[in-house]
């Protein structure tokens, strides 16, 4: 679903190894080969970065701009993106279900070392597959744009209806107060909504470009 205005001015995705591989086109043949992003809301964006080789599709065609990402590639295009270092040490991690053979593995080791991602925030397992909600999202983009929560006590963002209770609420109102998110026009969040391949290309363009963020966005605060 289109977010709430104004459009994005850009959009980046890294490519995503291990998971993906074999499965992309390569970056010169990409741009003529999509063929499920006309009139698609990020389609300029897209298009261009495809040419640029930012972002390819698949081999038969298609760029599934609406197909869900997962954790491990969303924690991915973050470590690329911030450009941090991968560490050849394959040491085990907190979370039981992603061992030094998985693909992600190097990732999600730079991004918790990063404090990208917390291990407090899921316990003894990451479930690397399972989609990236909008909630996570803000969290692990408010930790990579270096933001902290409001220190302020009490403070809650009210411009959506459907604001969480958990800490999470804190990393949303971040996010959205610094335009790296926005929410829809029915004045939701949707924080347990799954994040959709073309939604995390733009959240990861505002995190690079601040005149990509949103700032049309009004925000109203009140203390809880």
Known sequence: MKLIKPLVVGVILALVAGSLAGTTLQPGQ??????????????HYILSLVKSGLITGYEDGTFRPEKPISR?????????????PLSGNKTSLAFQDVTPQRWSYPYLQAAIKAGLVQTYDYGPRFDPTRAISRAEMATMLVR?????????????????????????RDYITVAVAHGLLTGYPDHTFRPVAVTTRAEAAVTVTRLLTTEARSAAWAEQYAAS
């Open 72 to 84: 491990e590639e969303f924690v991915t295009i973050l470590v690329r993106a911030k450009q941090l």
């Open 30 to 43: 990409a741009a003529s080969q999509l063929k499920d992003i006309s009139g698609h809301w990020a389609e």
């Open 144 to 168: 990579a744009a270096g933001l902290e929560p409001p220190k302020a006590p009490g403070l809650r963002l009210t411009s959506f209806t459907d604001m969480p209770s958990t800490s999470a």
